[in-house]
């Protein structure tokens, strides 16, 4: 009978022993690691649960006094927006009347003329003035053409109002003034003063008035004028030029 060898058969045995030694090491060490990670785990998920006040448990008195001052703090700094009512203000205005465009060139015009006829040699006779204060003869349109007649020949000078010079306007207020009638130095101003008629019953001695108030004169009946007529020109009868007048009758 061959003898086996005790050495070869032990170790089979033995290294079975050594790796059951192992295993159970190594699952007691995966064991405790685990208890340990569910130790920290633990701690943790319970530290962040606490209220911040639980932290110190000395200031848990105080630490809950501020955070309802906090929570108070924050609601009244909120921000808002107030809109406080806003009452309408009645501004008051002065009331005032606006002068025309129309009124300031006559404005501006009356002064030149005036202007200029200060620069003209002075006229020694009688003034409008004068005669509206002794007429030479009654109203008579008549009488008027004849007066008129006299001046044939002065010459047309701007604001000119005595027979050392006329404009059409002054001219035919110094004729009128002479049957003590006051005409206005500006043509709307003497188509104002008589009443519009129409060409048909116009007669010799009434004012022609050019439709946008430019000229005016004395109408001579047939279709003629007698006015002063305009700078190089001097008093004249002479036909209507254009159909753009109408008739006023003084008195």
């Known amino acids: 009978m061959i003898q086996g060898n005790p050495t070869a058969s032990a170790l089979p ?83 005032f009347t606006a002068t025309s465009e129309a009124e300031l060139a006559a404005a501006a015009a009356a002064e030149r003329r005036a202007q200029l006829a200060a620069s003209y040699q002075a006229w020694s006779g009688p003034t409008a003035e004068d005669y509206l204060a002794a007429p030479v003869a009654a109203y008579d349109q008549n009488a008027v053409v004849q007066i008129g007649l006299q001046y044939v020949g002065v010459p047309y000078q701007y604001g000119g109002t005595t027979p050392a010079g006329f404009d059409c306007s002054g001219f035919t207020s110094y004729v009128f003034a002479q049957v003590g009638i006051a005409l ?46 305009y700078p190089g020109k001097t008093v004249q009868a002479r036909p209507l030029w254009t159909d753009a007048y109408y008739i006023v009758r003084i008195g």
């Open 13 to 95: 045995a033995e290294a079975t022993r050594s790796t059951t030694r192992a295993a159970r090491r190594s699952t007691l060490r995966g064991t405790a690691l685990n208890v340990t990670v569910m130790a920290v785990a633990t701690g943790i998920v319970a530290t962040l649960a606490l209220p911040g006040y639980a932290v110190n448990p000395a200031a848990n008195a105080e630490g809950v006094g501020t955070a309802e001052a906090m929570a108070q703090l924050r609601s009244t700094q909120s921000q808002s927006l107030r809109v406080d009512t806003v009452t309408a203000q009645t501004v008051s205005r002065d009331e």
């Open 184 to 229: 206005p130095h500006s043509v709307s101003g003497q188509a104002a003063m008589g009443t519009k008629i129409s060409r048909a019953d116009a007669r010799p001695g009434d004012l022609v008035v050019l439709n946008d108030h430019s000229h005016v004169g004395i109408y001579m009946g047939n279709g003629a004028i007698l006015d002063a007529p």
